[in-house]
């Protein structure tokens, strides 16, 4: 079974995409994609269930797990057991997350930003692998383009290569199946739609972004991180150490300096200014937020432009 747009839809924690966004963008045709990250294994179950409720006829709905989160198998276990499509995993593999998959027959996805690295997940076991390049929103693996990465990684496997990071436009769609990725993933578009889960306040602050608007932030995982410049990327851009009120103790390894999970929870409770509002680099070209139906109408109608432009 192959769905009806070769879009799958980026998992963003905390909050951002659950079982609301998730389904809106499965019954639109493409995949989505329910992030674990930030909630308790029982109110991922819930989504997921939510998520299959309201996804009228065949939809494909997946789910997120950072392996850099101390409740990683836990999470991932679950939702196993509660069959969904697949599993997309980031933030690092395990060879045991393979297995798990291979087990209960459900197919398990690695996000990766070098050749090497979708050598090592293809030959462990991965269905297939995300290319993420430097324009993503969130956490990042590599500061090189993404369709500079691209075809490296597609000559490197033979399991479908889903492209992301900085896709916006049925154009880069259109773009990156020609190069032969077998579909793309996005992410920081589907924010600025009105099913998506986050707080109006969250998604006005990418409507409003401007070009210069995103930053690099070292967040507590040690690795960058694209947001939206506020009050929080500039109280963290100096040395000092936040004080934090409470330790989530979430990350296998961490460097205490802020709680990235917590600023998280504070921009995604409607405070945008005092919390991580992570974001695409190409977040400035987002004008409005629309239904997740006109979107995928929109970036379909584009690619079909594009496609006609290079026959």
Same mark, same amino acid.
């Given at each position: 079974m192959m769905p009806k747009v070769p879009i799958m839809q980026g998992g963003m924690g905390v909050g951002i995409s659950l079982s609301k966004l998730a389904s809106a963008v499965a019954n639109a045709g493409g995949i989505g994609i329910i992030s674990g990250t930030g909630i308790t294994v029982d109110e991922m179950r819930d989504h997921i269930r939510r998520a299959r409720k309201l996804v009228s006829g065949v939809g494909f709905i997946g789910v997120n797990v950072l392996f850099a989160m101390n409740d990683f198998a836990e999470k991932m276990k679950a939702a196993l057991e509660e069959k969904v499509d697949f599993i997309i995993s980031g933030a690092g593999i395990s060879r045991d997350m393979y297995a798990w998959g291979k087990q209960t027959g459900i197919p398990v996805i690695s996000i990766v930003s070098s050749a090497k690295l979708a050598r090592i997940s293809e030959k462990l076991g991965a269905a297939a692998v995300v290319v993420e390049g430097f324009e993503a929103g969130g956490h990042l693996g590599t500061d090189r383009p993404m369709f500079e990465i691209l075809p490296e990684i597609i000559e490197a496997v033979s399991i479908p290569v889903i492209a992301a990071g900085g896709i916006m436009t049925g154009g880069d769609i259109a773009k990156a199946l020609g190069m032969g990725a077998s579909g793309v993933q996005?992410? #920081? /578009?589907? *924010?600025? =739609? @009105? @099913?998506? %889960?986050?707080p109006l306040a969250f998604k006005q602050k990418y409507v409003d972004a401007k070009k210069e608007d995103t930053v690099l932030v070292k967040t507590t995982v040690g690795l960058q991180g694209r947001a939206i410049i506020n009050n929080f990327t500039k109280l963290? =851009?100096?040395p000092d150490k936040l004080k934090i009120e409470k330790c989530h103790d979430c990350l296998k390894n961490c460097s205490y300096r802020f709680c990235t999970l917590d600023s998280l &929870? #504070? =921009? *995604? =409770? +409607? %405070?945008? @200014?005092? +919390? &991580? *509002?992570?974001? +695409?680099? /190409? *977040?400035d070209e987002i004008k409005e937020i629309l239904p997740v139906q006109q979107i995928i109408k929109n970036l379909t109608a584009e690619y079909s432009d594009a496609v006609k432009h290079v026959l």
């Amino acid at each position: 079974m192959m769905p009806k747009v070769p879009i799958m839809q980026g998992g963003m924690g905390v909050g951002i995409s659950l079982s609301k966004l998730a389904s809106a963008v499965a019954n639109a045709g493409g995949i989505g994609i329910i992030s674990g990250t930030g909630i308790t294994v029982d109110e991922m179950r819930d989504h997921i269930r939510r998520a299959r409720k309201l996804v009228s006829g065949v939809g494909f709905i997946g789910v997120n797990v950072l392996f850099a989160m101390n409740d990683f198998a836990e999470k991932m276990k679950a939702a196993l057991e509660e069959k969904v499509d697949f599993i997309i995993s980031g933030a690092g593999i395990s060879r045991d997350m393979y297995a798990w998959g291979k087990q209960t027959g459900i197919p398990v996805i690695s996000i990766v930003s070098s050749a090497k690295l979708a050598r090592i997940s293809e030959k462990l076991g991965a269905a297939a692998v995300v290319v993420e390049g430097f324009e993503a929103g969130g956490h990042l693996g590599t500061d090189r383009p993404m369709f500079e990465i691209l075809p490296e990684i597609i000559e490197a496997v033979s399991i479908p290569v889903i492209a992301a990071g900085g896709i916006m436009t049925g154009g880069d769609i259109a773009k990156a199946l020609g190069m032969g990725a077998s579909g793309v993933q996005m992410g #920081t /578009r589907f *924010v600025a =739609s @009105e @099913e998506c %889960d986050a707080p109006l306040a969250f998604k006005q602050k990418y409507v409003d972004a401007k070009k210069e608007d995103t930053v690099l932030v070292k967040t507590t995982v040690g690795l960058q991180g694209r947001a939206i410049i506020n009050n929080f990327t500039k109280l963290i =851009s100096g040395p000092d150490k936040l004080k934090i009120e409470k330790c989530h103790d979430c990350l296998k390894n961490c460097s205490y300096r802020f709680c990235t999970l917590d600023s998280l &929870l #504070t =921009s *995604v =409770s +409607g %405070d945008v @200014e005092n +919390g &991580l *509002v992570f974001a +695409g680099a /190409r *977040v400035d070209e987002i004008k409005e937020i629309l239904p997740v139906q006109q979107i995928i109408k929109n970036l379909t109608a584009e690619y079909s432009d594009a496609v006609k432009h290079v026959l």
